[in-house]
């Protein structure tokens, strides 16, 4: 039992580190976004949208590269924390981070951009400063696509599986999450085994989708602080 939940596990401190990451990551990009207009700004929104169409054995090829031990930045990591990059839980963390920061960040962002003009200039006829409209205005306003954008985020770090094997490979204990476990029980012909982790997940699609569609059903009222 305890070898069955163990990839569930690492599935879930996986998507929960990735999610909350991304969304200390995602309020100041999006604030940079949407609030300030700069050269390079839509080459930007087209890096970070990148994983969206990009092959995960593409992603997952160039950050094995990148996460190499005589790579500059396998090299920096393993001399700050004297451990390695490729074929570990932080790689792949670092690597689910990279691959669902669309998933956070796009969602947050088409919600503050499709926000009605007057709230912002409300909110600067009220002496609120930049940050201050966003922060306390915008972000309050978009507060079901915040949640969504949470739960996808969650539910693809989930499901993750071509830049997990690249960067994590199959290590019990470590790298072998849920996706990975199910992989690993086919190579084994191990078809049971293979299901009950199938039926996990799709157990949990299900209720993503229910989540995400009654979030959308139930907007919130426009908000002024």
Known sequence: MEDFLTPLW????????????????AVPVVYGLSMNRFFGQKFLKVIIALPLILPPSVL????LLAFQPNSMLGTVWNALFDTRLAFSFQGILIASIIFSLPFMVNPILSAIENLPHNLTEASYSLGKTKWQTFYKVLLP??????????????????????????????????????????FHELERMNYEMANQYAAVLLGFSFIVLFLVQYIQKNPTRPIIC
């Not at 997952?60 to 950050?63: E, I, P």
């Not at 997990?164 to 476990?181: K, Q, W």
Request: charge should be positive; charged fraction near 10%; hydrophobic fraction near 55%.
């Open 10 to 25: 690492l599935s879930s401190k996986l998507a929960l580190i990735t999610t909350f990451s991304l969304f200390f990551l």
């Open 60 to 63: 997952g090829f160039y950050l």
């Open 141 to 182: 306003n978009v507060r079901p696509s915040i949640t969504s954008a949470a739960i996808l985020t969650f539910a693809h770090t989930i499901g993750e599986f071509g830049v997990i094997l690249m960067i994590g490979g199959n290590i019990p204990g470590e790298t072998r999450v849920a996706s990975i476990a199910i």
